[in-house]
């Protein structure tokens, strides 16, 4: 059985770092073709991916956001970690992690996080 | 990458059949064959329900089909059932620098 479960902050301050963190288990970040994501969604709006990391530690990021993203792996802990700098109020989400196999198959979800950013 | 588009709503009467669009460009619908669909339920994560354009993963209910045609692809839900009220999202990979782009997504109200 495939479960992921993001875990972090739930409120921030403006201009101060996002660290969220996805704990996954049922299947390796070693497997070729596999990678996790991180998907956000504004209260209301729609869903905005925003990076995804691959089992060969190839990484890509929404273009309109990739100054601000970083994201990485503890293969050991099974576990993904995105950071996001600067935060603003706009940033104001819920933040799903997913697996990822393919080309942009999100097959696995987690259950999301909500972050509100708020002085 | 700007996002796929898509119906902001669409409706049926229950065991009628419902298509919902999803137009993107030759940078991403159109150029290759990697277009999902989720399912969204208030409060919930997003279920895949298509990917690859046509496919359907184990667990999906046959009344879901995906289809394409050039830039725009589509969802269709036959015979549908109240269960099938949700918001409903595209997405399609769009290169090895823009993985994946999503749609604004579709309001399905069942009548």
């Known amino acids: 059985q495939i479960t992921l479960k993001e875990s972090g902050p739930t409120l921030v301050k403006p201009t101060q770092t996002l660290t969220l963190t996805c704990t996954f288990s049922g299947f390796s970040l070693s497997t070729r073709g596999v990678g996790v994501g991180w998907i956000r969604q504004p209260p209301g709006k729609a869903l905005e991916w925003l990076a995804l990391?691959?089992?060969?530690?190839?990484?890509g990021y929404s273009p309109s956001l990739k100054s601000r993203l970083t994201i990485t792996k503890d293969t050991s802990k099974s576990q993904v970690v995105l950071t996001m700098t600067n935060m603003d109020p706009v940033d104001t989400a819920t933040y799903y992690c997913a697996r990822n196999w393919g080309l942009g198959n999100f097959d696995s979800w987690g259950q999301g996080s909500l972050v509100t950013v708020s002085s | 990458q700007s996002a796929l588009t898509q119906p902001a709503s669409v409706s049926g009467s229950p065991g009628q059949s419902i298509t919902i669009s999803c137009t993107g460009t030759?940078?991403?619908?159109?150029?290759?064959?990697?277009v999902s669909w989720y399912q969204q339920h208030p409060g919930k994560a997003p279920k895949l329900m298509i990917y690859e354009v046509t496919n359907r993963p184990s667990g999906v209910s046959n009344r879901f089909s995906g289809s394409k045609s050039g830039n725009t692809a589509s969802l269709t839900i036959s015979g549908l059932q109240a269960e099938d009220e949700a918001d409903y999202y595209c997405?399609?990979?769009?290169?090895?620098?823009?993985?994946?782009?999503f749609g604004g997504g579709t309001k399905l109200t069942v009548l």
């Open positions: 990391l691959y089992w060969d530690d190839d990484k």
């Open positions: 997405s399609s990979y769009a290169g090895d620098s823009t993985p994946v782009v």
């Open positions: 030759s940078s991403d619908v159109g150029g290759y064959h990697y």
